[in-house]
């Protein structure tokens, strides 16, 4: 029996090691942004937000999805290993933008190309190609960022749960600071509490179902590598030449911050087999984000093209949309080993299952 338990144990790790690499194809989508730093800081940043727009409410949605398999909180000391990986699904009004709309100052969409551009969940097509241009001039070229071809957000989720004393349960996710192959990297932490309110309730003996409620918090850092190098010769009138003479190119990332917050009230049943949940709630997401490093844009001087080094050119904050939510699940057991699913109703509608081993 003891053999069988490290299997399941294993099974799960690797399970848990798959959940969260599935945020590398993310910070692919993200890495792209590079290129549009050539635009200069201010244009950048009104470009990297509106692209990367959708990103705290998927992400967010999704990672406050999961926390729970039943409406009642497990007995003391009950214990489970969970892997509930979500998807948020980006409606498509949020899958694009249009360019002409944002007032950018030194940049102009090339002319035929079409204004309305992908966002990191839109197609997986080229973006409209942009110009800059510098007292009339046209200085440089490029194109926005493909979407991920992929109109939902994942967010990975591996959590433990411990029953504690008078009906409260806690659960906290947790993994390491990792690194995804090239992209960078991601780390996770969070919690939640789950207490039941039916003790406090008159004729308590006598409710049929499980009522409680919960809090819980995400913390998760996602960044990417990004790759702008040098083209050309430096402006000799750069004004960082001073401050700035040898700027490093190779240390160049984008570092994001997501902070997110639900509160759940929850209704359900437990019969031996199955166990059967509904609720509403409300919860809100933060996106930080800040890119980090030294950046050739370029410049026109004399009728010739050269550049100027910008650092630590991008830091903005992105509010999720919040929204009361509505949710209903259930969890399936078979022995230890148990099964999830859960859907939430919300700005972006959420699909969150896994499986995991619960005791108690």
Same mark, same amino acid.
């Given at each position: 029996?003891?053999? &069988?338990?490290?299997?399941?144990?294993?099974?799960?790790?690797?399970?848990?090691?798959?959940?969260?690499?599935?945020?590398?194809?993310?910070?692919?989508?993200?890495?792209?942004?590079?290129?549009?730093? &050539?635009?200069?800081?201010?244009?950048?940043?009104?470009? %990297?937000?509106?692209?990367?727009?959708?990103?705290?409410?998927?992400?967010?949605?999704?990672? #406050?999805?999961?926390?729970?398999?039943?409406?009642?909180?497990?007995?003391?000391?009950?214990?489970?290993?969970?892997? &509930?990986?979500?998807?948020?699904?980006?409606?498509?009004?949020?899958?694009?933008?249009?360019?002409? =709309?944002?007032?950018?100052?030194?940049?102009?969409?090339?002319?035929?190309?079409?204004?309305?551009?992908?966002?990191?969940?839109?197609?997986?097509?080229?973006?409209?190609?942009?110009?800059?241009?510098?007292?009339?001039?046209?200085?440089?070229?490029?194109?926005?960022?493909?979407?991920?071809?992929? =109109?939902?957000?994942?967010?990975?989720?591996?959590?433990?749960?411990?029953?504690?004393?008078?009906?409260?349960?806690?659960?906290? &996710?947790?993994?390491?600071?990792?690194?995804?192959?090239?992209?960078? $990297?991601?780390?996770?932490?969070?919690?939640?509490?789950?207490?039941?309110?039916?003790?406090?309730?008159?004729?308590?003996?006598?409710?049929?179902?499980?009522?409680?409620?919960?809090?819980?918090?995400?913390?998760?850092?996602? #960044?990417?590598?990004?790759?702008?190098?040098?083209?050309?010769?430096?402006?000799?009138?750069?004004?960082?030449? %001073?401050?700035?003479?040898?700027?490093?190119?190779?240390?160049?990332?984008?570092?994001?911050?997501?902070?997110?917050?639900?509160?759940?009230?929850?209704?359900?049943?437990?019969?031996?087999?199955?166990?059967?949940?509904?609720?509403?709630?409300?919860?809100?997401?933060?996106?930080?984000?800040?890119?980090?490093?030294?950046?050739?844009? #370029?410049?026109?001087?004399?009728?010739? %093209?050269?550049?100027?080094?910008?650092?630590?050119?991008?830091?903005?904050?992105?509010?999720?949309?919040? =929204?009361?939510?509505?949710?209903?699940?259930?969890?399936?057991?078979?022995?230890?080993?148990?099964?999830?699913?859960?859907?939430?109703?919300?700005?972006?509608?959420?699909? $969150?299952?896994?499986?995991?081993?619960?005791?108690?």
């Amino acid at each position: 029996m003891i053999n &069988r338990y490290k299997k399941i144990i294993k099974s799960l790790c690797a399970l848990m090691v798959i959940s969260i690499a599935t945020v590398g194809s993310v910070q692919a989508q993200i890495g792209d942004i590079g290129e549009v730093l &050539r635009a200069g800081a201010e244009d950048a940043t009104v470009l %990297t937000k509106e692209y990367l727009r959708p990103f705290p409410t998927g992400f967010g949605t999704g990672l #406050n999805a999961g926390w729970t398999e039943s409406a009642a909180p497990k007995k003391t000391l009950g214990f489970s290993l969970q892997i &509930r990986p979500s998807l948020a699904f980006v409606p498509t009004k949020n899958q694009s933008f249009d360019i002409s =709309s944002l007032n950018l100052q030194k940049i102009e969409v090339a002319a035929g190309e079409n204004p309305v551009t992908p966002t990191i969940a839109g197609e997986n097509t080229i973006g409209t190609e942009l110009v800059v241009k510098e007292n009339g001039n046209e200085i440089a070229r490029f194109n926005m960022p493909q979407g991920s071809g992929f =109109s939902a957000v994942p967010a990975p989720i591996v959590q433990a749960s411990l029953g504690l004393i008078k009906g409260t349960d806690v659960t906290v &996710r947790f993994f390491p600071k990792t690194e995804i192959e090239d992209y960078g $990297n991601v780390g996770l932490i969070g919690g939640a509490i789950k207490h039941d309110i039916t003790q406090w309730l008159p004729a308590s003996a006598v409710i049929p179902v499980d009522i409680s409620v919960m809090l819980g918090f995400n913390s998760m850092t996602v #960044n990417a590598n990004l790759d702008v190098p040098s083209q050309g010769a430096r402006n000799p009138n750069d004004p960082s030449l %001073t401050s700035n003479p040898n700027p490093d190119f190779s240390e160049q990332v984008l570092e994001t911050q997501f902070n997110s917050f639900v509160m759940n009230a929850l209704v359900g049943k437990s019969l031996p087999l199955i166990s059967v949940y509904g609720g509403v709630g409300y919860q809100t997401a933060s996106l930080d984000l800040d890119i980090t490093g030294d950046y050739p844009v #370029n410049t026109d001087v004399a009728g010739q %093209t050269f550049y100027n080094v910008v650092s630590d050119p991008v830091s903005f904050g992105l509010d999720s949309e919040s =929204s009361v939510h509505l949710l209903g699940g259930f969890r399936f057991r078979l022995g230890v080993l148990a099964f999830y699913g859960e859907a939430t109703l919300a700005n972006y509608f959420t699909a $969150n299952a896994g499986i995991g081993i619960s005791f108690r």
